[in-house]
């Protein structure tokens, strides 16, 4: 169930009066003065299922007023009035995981429609100084988990040394114009390493100042650290739940022993959990794994992932997926492998000379069938995976929204509209809400919500992105709001606005 808005001072007088406001008329007492009124547009909100023609106003960064007649002549003399004839207007788009942090991954998304990015899956070292960074610097909100991968590698050394590495750590994952995945390549050698009994405290403690500083959960990308042990991962499920948080999790292998030891370890901790990227996880036993999880669900257990709408998946060519036996794991070889810096498919040859230098590769490795059936299930959120900017990324860091609801709703009805909607809004902002309170203003169009919103063409959204060309910013997007703020306009960007916010997780003490 959603948490109740909270309303400031301000607002408290002018509720009873916005509450009206859905009525043909208008009493003449009322002289509410509105920031920004949308006119005209069909208003989806998921969570009342409103869909209808409507005129929402907006003071100071909240949605006040929801109206079936006109409300242009309560608007200041400073406001703005968008008319949105011909267009959706939908709560912001909220994306549970995306790698790409920076300013210009940032503009990518909000051109997607996006006003609330996160970086759930792996997390950040160092979470304080990381959301400090962005403060007043990004167009849209953003956040992070605490990172299990880079918490371990400090909890493997001792005295002077942790701290230096520590140190050096925390740096490059606070550096505010870079967009590091801290689990592609860095300290290999700890990657490997077993993190013995007597050194779980030493981990916990790590995470635990992260959560502290607002951390929204534990990111768990084990894959990418073979020496991550089965009695390590349920440790730190042990951990989760005295803290009443939730762990975001890339299991350790496409295998279903691999979803199964988390599911157990969740089961058995009531551990809530979140699986990334249940399309490039499950692959061929997509079926057999999105039963799990609805059976799981279905016997009262916290459980949910996502899927993000593309046939290929991307990492660093360096990790630890690319260990020996990656081709039996992803059923796939050299050739399907796309070098992004040059956009070539790989051999033999060029595997090793690029494994050995470091960076992003696409791997094409899915069906449609896969993510059509995931896309397809109810429960099941999308969310990008978004890949740090850079010519020929993955196309999934700046369309993934835009595809589901041009390729997936319009020209193939795969869902409807109102449903995909949901799973770009409501659905994420309704998973995070207990662990990071401001996410129940987010994702509804509703009085007293954050007036995150996007306003798009139902007709013309699409993505533009492409694995052949790279990152292009998506069609259709007309306008999107942070806070009541336009950070897209007509469909451009407005330049030198930075309402962002940090999202952050609750700060739960041991």
């Known amino acids: 169930m959603s948490q109740p808005f909270s309303v ?31 006119a ?44 949105a004839s011909g267009l959706v207007v939908a709560p912001g788009f909220i994306d549970m995981h995306t790698h790409g942090q920076s300013e210009t991954s940032s503009y990518f998304m ?25 403060r007043g610097k990004r167009p849209i909100h953003f956040g992070a988990s605490a990172s299990h991968n880079t918490a371990r590698i400090i909890a493997l050394h001792e005295g002077q040394d942790a701290r230096i590495l520590a140190s050096s750590l925390r740096r490059r994952h606070v550096e505010p ?17 077993t993190l013995t009994p007597d050194r779980y405290e030493l981990l916990r403690a790590e995470i635990q100042e992260d959560l502290n500083e607002g951390a929204i959960g534990i990111g768990l990308a084990h894959q990418y650290s073979p020496g991550v042990n089965e009695r390590e991962v349920y440790d730190l499920f042990e951990f989760a739940a005295e803290q ?84 039996n794991d992803f059923g796939v070889s050299y050739d399907a492998l796309q070098w992004v810096a040059t956009g070539e498919r790989l051999n033999a040859e060029t595997f090793e000379l690029y494994r050995a230098q470091g960076g992003p590769v696409i791997i094409h490795m899915m069906q449609e ?5 995931a896309l397809s ?10 890949m740090p900017y850079a010519p020929g990324a993955h196309p999934r860091s700046a369309g993934t929204f835009s595809r589901v609801l041009g390729r997936y709703v319009r020209e193939r009805g795969v869902l409807d509209l109102p449903s995909a909607i949901r799973k770009i809004t409501l659905m994420p902002a ?11 203003r987010k994702g509804r169009v509703q009085i007293g919500a954050d007036a995150d919103l996007t306003l798009f063409d139902p007709e013309r959204i699409i993505d533009t992105a492409t694995f052949e060309e790279g990152l292009s910013y998506s069609e259709g997007i007309e306008y999107v709001l942070v806070m009541g703020t336009p950070v897209i306009r007509n469909g451009e960007t407005v330049e030198g606005e930075f309402p962002g916010q940090a999202i952050t997780g609750s700060g739960l003490l041991p």
């Open 377 to 386: 299930e109810d429960f099941v959120i999308v969310a990008s995976d978004g």
């Open 430 to 440: 309704r998973r995070l809400e207990p662990y990071a309170p401001q996410m129940a």
């Open 244 to 327: 009443s948080g939730i762990i975001f999790t890339h299991v350790r292998s496409s295998e279903p022993l691999a979803m199964q030891e988390v599911i157990a370890n969740s089961v058995l901790t009531s551990t809530p959990l979140h699986i990334v990227h249940v399309n490039s996880m499950a692959l061929e036993n997509i079926d057999l794994i999105l039963n799990m999880i609805s059976r799981a669900q279905a016997n009262g257990f916290d459980i949910s992932t996502e899927v993000y709408p593309y046939t290929a998946a991307s990492t660093g060519l360096e990790s630890a997926l690319f260990d020996e036996g990656w081709q």
């Open 369 to 373: 069938a896969w993510i059509d059936r």
């Open 40 to 83: 005209n547009g069909r208003v989806i909100d998921p969570e009342t299922e409103l869909d209808a023609i409507r005129h929402v106003g907006i003071v100071d960064g909240s949605i006040v007023a929801i109206s079936t007649s006109p409300l242009s002549d309560q608007l200041s003399p400073t406001g703005e009035l968008i008319d």
């Open 110 to 134: 909000a051109h997607d429609g996006v006003t609330t990015t996160l970086e759930l899956e792996s997390g950040v070292y160092g979470v304080e100084e990381w959301l400090e960074a962005r």
């Open 8 to 38: 400031s001072i301000r607002h408290l007088a002018t509720f009873a009066v916005c509450s009206l406001l859905c009525l043909p008329t208008l009493g003449a007492e009322d002289d509410l003065q509105l920031d920004l009124v949308i």
């Open 177 to 193: 114009n870079g967009d590091a995945i801290p689990y592609a390549g860095s300290m290999r050698e700890s990657r490997y390493a």
